[in-house]
């Protein structure tokens, strides 16, 4: 399945499970804004990590975004087993000569693109994805709510009604949600729609007839009332900077 990155929070980008699991999976999600003249070395370096991946046949998946509204940016997703393996040296650090691995630490290090880091959780129960083993769609339209204390359950059945809605329309191909668990707002929620190109993401008029006039009228009053703030933004899947490992 596909994880479902918090693209705009990675602050997001999007996208949920790549691996089945039977409890809800946790990831790390890396947010990296771009320094504009340093652009051209740091998107270089993720195409050779990528292909790090790629020749030694990483066991789980890397899957990047960058932001095509708001300030430049670069949204990592990876997987995390569990919180216990958060001290161990990442898969990444193990790879190649020592020579080699400080390099790319100090590639990094000069394009002065340092990560914010938080740990998300998926929630099942705000996901559907016509192609749950398949990549990331090409675009992604993200939005990022906090919500309330004590509105967490009324927030999670309205989702689950726009969920519905996106299905009803037709052009979304997946929805995924995820919460952040650490490093950031723990009432912090991204729900992610994706689409084969930004001409199927529909405009606020489709999404109001689709759910239908009186009860888009009311469903708004009601989304105000459980949510602190909420922006939105949109994404592009960048499968040269990803990697997925080969269905067996």
């Given at each position: 399945m596909k994880p479902f990155v918090s693209l705009f929070c990675l602050s997001a980008a999007c996208c949920v499970p790549l691996l089945a699991q039977s409890a809800p999976q946790l990831a790390r999600?890396?947010?990296?804004?771009?320094?504009?003249?340093?652009?051209?070395?740091?998107?270089?370096l993720q195409r050779d990590t990528a292909e790090i991946y790629k020749t030694n046949k990483a066991p789980f998946p890397r899957l990047c975004w960058t932001s095509l509204t708001g300030p430049p940016a670069l949204y990592m997703w990876v997987p995390l087993t569990g919180l216990d393996k958060l001290m161990d040296r990442t898969w990444l650090s193990q790879q190649g000569e020592e020579l080699p691995r400080v390099a790319r630490a100090s590639r990094l290090a000069r394009t002065g693109a340092s990560p914010t880091i938080r740990i998300t959780r998926t929630l099942p129960e705000l996901t559907w994805d016509d192609t749950p083993n398949g990549a990331p769609e090409a675009f992604a339209s993200v939005r990022v709510d906090s919500v309330k204390p004590g509105k967490v359950s009324?927030?999670?059945?309205?989702?689950?009604?726009?969920?519905?809605?996106?299905?009803?329309?037709?052009?979304?191909?997946?929805?995924?949600?995820n919460r952040t668990a650490f490093g950031?707002?723990?009432?912090?929620?991204?729900?992610?729609?994706?689409?084969?190109?930004?001409?199927?993401?529909?405009?606020?008029?489709?999404?109001?007839?689709?759910?239908?006039?009186?009860?888009?009228?009311?469903?708004?009053?009601?989304?105000?009332?459980?949510?602190?703030?909420?922006?939105?933004?949109?994404?592009r899947y960048r499968p040269e900077f990803s990697y997925m490992p080969e269905a067996k």
């Open positions: 999600l890396y947010s990296y804004e771009i320094p504009p003249d340093a652009a051209a070395e740091f998107y270089d009324e927030y999670t059945a309205m989702m689950k009604e726009v969920m519905a809605t996106y299905k009803k329309m037709g052009a979304a191909k997946s929805f995924h949600a950031g707002d723990g009432y912090e929620f991204t729900t992610i729609a994706g689409y084969a190109s930004l001409a199927d993401i529909p405009d606020p008029d489709a999404f109001r007839k689709a759910m239908g006039e009186a009860r888009y009228d009311t469903f708004v009053k009601q989304l105000g009332e459980v949510l602190a703030k909420s922006e939105r933004t949109l994404a």
